[in-house]
């Protein structure tokens, strides 16, 4: 039990994906300028994650391992991702054409998305448990969406705050991630390893 | 050789499965389209040259069909498309709202043309061919007269000409039409060089 919520704690908050090891960042900036749209954004990209690392677990162990393939690791993982993502593509568009008008471009892109790839990559590294990757990927996800959501939060409300024209749009957003990412720096002594 | 033969059995076998459940997928989720924007599309003349003031013929078969735009903005299609794309919509056939032009024909003044291919990328319907530092010429049977060469051509050497009447296009107009009296225009100018 405290193994689990070690493993939630520190993929959520200690290690997270974005702020810490400055990984998805890509969406985290294009995808973060309305909370709605980042809390679409968030659960495509927390089930992506989670089965991701799940399947490509798997197949880590009961293919690749067998087979002597660890070479093909990326492309398969790779694989695995891009199927995912077409799929959830698919799953939007027919529940919810608002959202999926909202998130655009950014749906197809979780696909090179790196922290689904580095969620991936990073439970085969560490050597983790089928039951340890699941939540290994779940808690990365969790902190993308707990990281997206804030940021889009803050940035709305920027968005109508008196600022130079000098910081307007895309500066004052790259000033608010890097404060993040310091304040999120703190976590790093809430373990002690 | 067996690795290798091992790694495309599984990664083949891997893409086939993703395919078929994204495949069942597909079927599953399956996006009913709009089918009046299908029909509509079909109808107009797929120039994309923007005349209407949408984007593509796509957008303006979608724009008519949920009511946006009216019938009557394909200058391309004429009267002929409008009074196809009334019928479909069921509603009344209205005026063009373009004046009847008389067709144009795009030419290229061949001694000033710098061969810079912008004309051949504006060109909707690949109306212009040549080649980088070449000249470019218009071929007269594909072009629709849509003007959208002109603008970006840096050296101003397009121009817009009458498109000769051929006997096989030509019908009797009817009285009191623009084309009409430019078809008198035409004769008189005639006339007058004879």
């Known amino acids: ?193 | 050789m067996t690795g290798l033969l091992y790694a495309l059995a599984s990664l083949g076998a891997f893409a086939l499965v993703a395919g078929i459940v994204l495949a069942i997928a597909q079927k599953v989720f399956h996006i009913e389209g709009d089918p009046m924007v299908d029909k509509l599309d079909a109808l107009l003349p797929q120039t994309q040259c923007g005349q209407c003031g949408y984007p593509g013929c796509k957008p303006y078969a979608t724009a008519v069909a949920c009511g946006e735009a009216d019938v009557n903005h394909c200058v391309p299609g004429g009267e002929r498309t409008m009074l196809q794309i009334a019928d479909l919509m069921g509603v009344e056939p209205k005026d063009l709202e373009a004046e009847p032009v008389a067709p144009m024909l795009a030419f290229v003044r061949e001694d000033e043309c710098i061969g810079c291919t912008l004309c051949i990328k504006a060109c909707p319907v690949d109306a212009i061919i040549g080649a980088p530092k070449q000249y470019h010429t218009v071929i007269a049977d594909h072009c629709t007269g849509c003007t959208l060469c002109v603008e970006p051509c840096p050296v101003d050497c397009i121009d817009m000409l009458m498109k000769p009447e051929l006997i096989e296009h030509w019908s009797w107009p009817l009285p009191d039409t623009k084309r009409a009296q430019l078809g008198h225009e035409r004769r008189e100018q005639h006339a007058g060089h004879g």
């Open chain 1, 1 to 193: 039990m405290t193994e689990i919520a070690l493993i939630l704690l520190s993929s959520v908050l200690v290690n997270n994906f974005v702020l810490t090891k400055f990984l998805g960042i890509c969406p985290f900036l294009g995808t973060s300028s309305k909370v709605e749209t980042a809390v679409g954004m968030s659960f495509a990209v927390m089930f992506v994650m989670t089965v991701a690392s799940t399947v490509s677990w798997l197949v880590q162990q009961y293919v690749l391992i067998p087979l002597e393939l660890e070479y093909l690791q990326t492309i398969f993982f790779i694989l695995i991702i891009a199927a995912l993502v077409q799929f959830i593509e698919m799953m939007i568009h027919k529940t919810s054409p608002v959202l999926y008008q909202g998130l655009g471009i950014f749906l197809p892109l979780i696909t090179t998305n790196c922290a689904v790839l580095g969620v991936a990559i990073l439970n085969v590294q560490q050597e983790q448990t089928f039951l340890t990757s699941a939540l290994y990927g779940f808690g990365a996800a969790v902190g993308f969406a707990l990281v997206l959501i804030l940021f889009a939060g803050l940035r709305e409300r920027i968005e109508v705050a008196p600022v130079p024209t000098l910081f307007k749009g895309s500066p004052l957003a790259l000033i608010t991630a890097g404060m993040m990412s310091l304040a999120f720096m703190g976590f790093s002594g809430l373990v002690k390893f």
